[in-house]
């Protein structure tokens, strides 16, 4: 889907705007030699993580016209002393955007808060009107990562007008 879908947002592109196009499949080719190359690895560092989700963002902004709109506020001395495992952050990003309803009329902000103690994404419950088959798989995967790499328990707040996700990072030995 994630392919399909890009495409046919690049294709709508070229013709509207060929510098935007180009940008995109530059942050789209991007997208996929970090999953390529990071799918070996047990965990890496939040900067990359950071720089992937960043791409992914900008792709979601332009594909869904400022639907949703992802604030990071960095709170943390530096973020090449931590790590996690690679892609948690987008598996976070695309519950966000398979789950929660936002339109560029009323866009669902989303708060990605990053401390010491770990990494928060947060945001305003407003669920989308359709038949989920598989709900909650891409968190129970991510949980079960942490368990198997780390020991670490992700932590899930489900409350009534908004759902909270903490990632525990891990400290880099250096």
Known sequence: HFLFNNLNTLDGLIEKDPKLAQTYLHKMSGLYRYV????????????????????????????????????????????????????????????????????????????????????????????????ETQLGTGLQNLKTRYQLIAGMDIIVLDKSDTFTVRLPLIHQET
């Open 36 to 131: 390529l190359t990071s799918s070996e690895q047990e965990l890496i560092s939040l900067k990359k993580e950071l720089d992937f989700a960043r791409q992914y963002i900008f792709l979601l902004e332009n594909r869904f016209g400022g639907a949703y709109q992802f604030d990071i506020d960095l709170d943390i001395p530096s973020v090449e002393n931590y790590l996690l495992p690679p892609t948690s952050l987008q598996t976070l990003i695309v519950n966000v955007v398979k789950h929660i309803l936002g339109t560029p009329e009323e866009p669902l902000i989303t708060k990605i808060n990053i401390q010491e103690e770990g990494l928060e994404i947060s945001q305003a419950k407003r669920p989308k009107f359709q038949v």
